[in-house]
Structures are given as C-alpha cells and as structure tokens.
C-alpha cells in the first residue's frame, strides 16, 4: 500500500468536543438546526437548585455522564438557569427500585417554594399500574393527562424520553412512541386541568419557564439531555400560505390549486402529474404541514425539486418526494425520487411508520433537510431517514397524483428556513495522472463532513476517515460491510474502498461519482448516485484526518474533489 496524502482545506468540518461519555453525540447538522446539550456529561454548569442560586452541594452529583440523584441524599430540585418555551426535549431516564421522579417544563421561579409546572412522571412504576393510577404512571402528564401504549424498560435500565411544547401543544414520548398529545385550548385540557391539583392556575403549563428535575427521594438517572430552543433556533421563518393567497406559489400541470376554509386544496384536472410549487427555492430547512386526502388517491410534497423542459408542454418536476399514500400499501412518510430514481426510503421494515398514517383524518408531516440529511415524520413517527449528496436545494411542492378522483388539502404550512449550502472546491485536481493533495497546515482534523469526487474507474484508491496522526490502515482491516474496513492498532480508523467487488459496478473505462457523508457514527457511501451502504454504528474517534492514497501503480485519476460547505 503507498503512503496516503491528507485532503484539505477542511471546509465542511464540525469539530466535536463533546465529552468521551455521552453515547449519543450531536452531530454537526443537528447543531446547525438548533440542537443543544443542556448537560455536558461531565460538569452541572447551566444547572443550579430551585431554591437557591449554586449548585447543591448534596445530592446530586455527575457520573458516567449522568446526572445523579442519590437514595436520601437531599439536595432538592434543580433546574435549568435558562428558561424555555417552545421546545423539543430529548434525554434517558432511570429510576432505581421503585424511585419517582419527574422532568418539569416551563417552570416559573415566581411560584416558590414549589417547582411548579407541568411534568413527565419518572419512576418504575410497577406499584401505580396495579393500583391503576395511571395520571401517575411512567410518562404520564402528572395528574392531568395518562399515557397510552406505553412500552416501559424493565427496571434499572435506561428509558428514552421525549417532550414536545410548541405554542399550546403538548407531547411526551418513551422509548420511541408518543404516548400523549394534548392541546392546552382544547375542552379535555380544561376538564383535566379543574379536576387536578393545579385547578386554580390558569397560567399552568403556558409561557417560558426553566427545565427542572425533581428530587423525591429516591434513586434516579438523568443523561443524554439534549434540547431545541425554537424560540432561539437558527434561521427564519418563512411565509409560504399567508392570508389565504397562493402569491408564494405557482402551479404545474392539470390540477387545480386554491385556497379553501384556511387550506390550500388540490384537486385533479385532466388526471396527470400536477404541482404547485414555491417560486423560490430552499436548500436546508424545517418544514412543517397538515394533510387530509379527502379521496382516494396519491400524493406527496416535494423537497429540494427542479424542472424538466422548462416553460414547455413537455416540463416535468422531479426530485425527492415525501410520499402520502392512503393505500393498503401504507408507505407515507416515505422518500421517493421523483422522476427519478424511485424509491429511496420506503417503510417496508417500517412497521410504526406504516401504521402513522391517519386516512380521511388530518396528518401532521414534518420534514428536516440539512445538507445530505433528508429525514420525515408523520404524526411524529419517523418514517424516512436518508443521506443523499445529489441536491442540495431546489423548490418545494404540493403534489396531485395522476387519477381521477383525488382531492388533498393542505394547512398549517411551517417554514425554517436554514440557508443554502454550496460544494467547494478542496484543492486543485489535475485531469489525470497522480492527484498529491495536501492540507492547509492550520487544518488536519475533520470530525462531520460530506465530500464528493469524480474519478477513473481503472485508478483505484481508499479514503481513510478520522485517521489519527501517526496510525497505518496496513492490511485489509475487518471489514464491517462492503467497501467499509476497521483498522485496529494505537489509532484505529476506518477505510472506504470504492473497487471493493462486493460493491455496487464502477465504469472501468469511464468516470464514476462517488459521494461520501460521515456525520457522528454514521457513514454512507453512494457510487453513481446509488446508495452502496448507510452505514450508521461506527465506534471510536469522532474526528481525525482524511487520508487518501492510491492503490495502483499509475496513481490517481481524479476530475473534481469538493467538500459541503455550510449553510449560508
């Protein structure tokens, strides 16, 4: 094997520096669109008790990056010194020999000397299922709003949580499923909210408020806690249906397109393929609607699309689809390729995607596209979850599917918008011949990125990831899928071999594109805009050098080399 040559400058770089014991490291695409540690893993900075202005000096401590009540140690509540409205909360939660606890949010400081606020009940709660008491069960809306269908680790181990707060809704999820959604304006809430202990409080669970986390005596683990500000979130907002006109669309096909009772409402023409998309385009973005087909029929809405002939008869959208689809088959949510590719994500192994979808109801889809990330939600279940390097913006659209009888209304349309990003060149790549590529000597680490490349097929190379200075990738490595190699050793990495055979076919004699996306423990691979492997374990360093060295006698061939960059 030839000695490699390190790539640079670094232009798509997130160096991580979270703490060796956090399982679940934020990527750098999950900092750019508002994700936060609000415990570092390490040290309770951000943190101090409800009652005073320090930390407590009992109680609570840090270990094996959680945070720690212990059994009748005391101390008392903590909570957050920033206080939070709208938000997303994510953290894992264990609760020892029966010990109750509790995960408050929007709680006010004025309400001493109670912590005050709603709360996700936290304990083993083998004792409150057999007494039937589920306002107190695990996960529950404490003593306003039950879970359902709830699936509780066993005890002592490690639970995930989720809490959502957006404006006057409410969710709380355990261990992947939503077991509650409430809404504060709603007819159950007011009856739930009299018949409770917090009757009287008419400013219950509304307004910004700290995070807290309840001392009640026992045993209890708190990790992992990451949280997304949407009051304080990157980017803006953007108008997409405002005052019941379409002045931010423009429409595609046969179909007809007009608002309706605070909707956009779809309904087919002629019977082809009709769009009504944005007259701008988005690159990175949080986008949020409602759907209902009100016949049968399918749908989507399109991300990050461009036009085929355009202003002819003949012009056609394409590009990635998030599916709505109220057939047997059950795969909204899923990603599709437009006039394209086909199907990228379906939810064939997706059974909780599968079962998401409401027909003849009202959907909730969100959609997140951050750089090669295309992810989707419906009802808050994830149903798609794809790296793909091809686009990087284009328009958004609201698709009627050829037929006869479809009719798909939209509301409550939500745009993020994250910025744009562009791919940069790493360094000059001659046409041929052997590619030396060196590093800016300021820049050697690469923790998250996405390359890109164009190379001969009849050259052939690997590409080390976060290789350590000093480390040999000698030997072929174990390898953990095709074309993907652990090298063990002082430093070990992990190698990417395009020529593998088991891999997808290159064109021996011509040009093949291959695109590369690592972020945190994932890595996928496409050759010739076909996924070769996602693979999504890696175990390690979560940064290091990227390393490139030829494996033939005649070098390098390679055309172009580009990093992503940010989003702007």
Known sequence: MNSGYLLGPVLATALLSTPQELSDPLTSLEVETGWQRIFDGRHPEGWRSFAGDSFPKEGWTTSDGALVHAAGGGGGDIVTNATYGDFELEFEWRAVDAANSGVKYRVAQSRQPAMLGPEYQVLDDLEAREAGDTLHAAGALYDLVAPAGKQLAPAGDFNTARIVARGSHI????????????????????????????????AFATGAGHIGLQDHGGEVWFRNLRLRDWDRSPGRDVELFKNDDLDAWRSIGDAVYRPFEGSILGEVGGGG???????????????????????????????????????????????????????????????????????????????????????????????ECLGPSIRAW?????????????????????????????????????????????????????????????SDSKVEVWGDFAIRMRFEGSSPFRLGLRVRRGARLGGEG???????????????????????????????????????????????????????????????????????????????????????????
């Open 171 to 202: 969710e709380h999820w355990l261990n992947g499923t939503r077991i509650l959604s409430v809404d504060l304006d709603s007819e159950e809430w007011l009856e739930a909210l009299t018949r409770s202990k917090f009757a009287g409080d008419p």
């Open 378 to 438: 419906v009802n808050g279940i994830p149903t798609a979850d794809y790296m793909d390097c091809m686009d990087m913006e284009g328009v958004i659209g609201l698709q009627v599917h050829s037929g006869n009888n479809t009719r798909v209304l939209w509301r409550n349309l939500r745009l993020r918008d994250l910025g744009t990003r562009a791919w940069n060149d790493i360094s000059h790549v001659p046409a041929s011949g052997v590619a030396v590529l060196l």
């Open 273 to 367: 393929q009709s769009f009504l998309i944005t007259k701008r385009t988005f690159g990175d973005f949080v986008f949020e609607v409602d759907v209902k087909p009100e016949l049968p029929g399918n749908s989507g809405i399109q991300v990050r699309s461009h036009i085929r002939n355009p202003g002819t008869r003949k012009q056609r959208l394409y590009g990635y689809q998030i599916e709505i689809d109220s057939s047997e088959r059950a795969w909204s949510g899923g990603l599709y390729d437009e006039a394209r590719r086909g199907w990228l994500d379906n939810l064939e192994d997706n059974e909780a995607g599968r079962a998401a979808f409401a027909t003849n109801d009202w959907n909730r889809y969100r959609i």
């Open 478 to 568: 174990e390898r953990l899928v095709p074309g993907l190699y652990l090298h063990e050793g002082k430093n070990p990495g992990w190698s990417i071999d395009p020529f593998d055979p088991a891999l997808l076919p290159l064109h021996k004699d011509g040009w093949n594109e291959l695109s590369l996306a690592c972020y945190g423990r994932r890595a996928a691979l496409q050759i010739n805009d076909r996924q070769a492997f996602d693979f999504r374990e890696l175990e390690g360093a979560l940064e290091g050098m990227l390393v490139l060295w030829p494996e033939g006698e005649e070098g390098l061939a390679i055309e172009r080399l580009q990093a992503l960059g940010e989003p702007e």
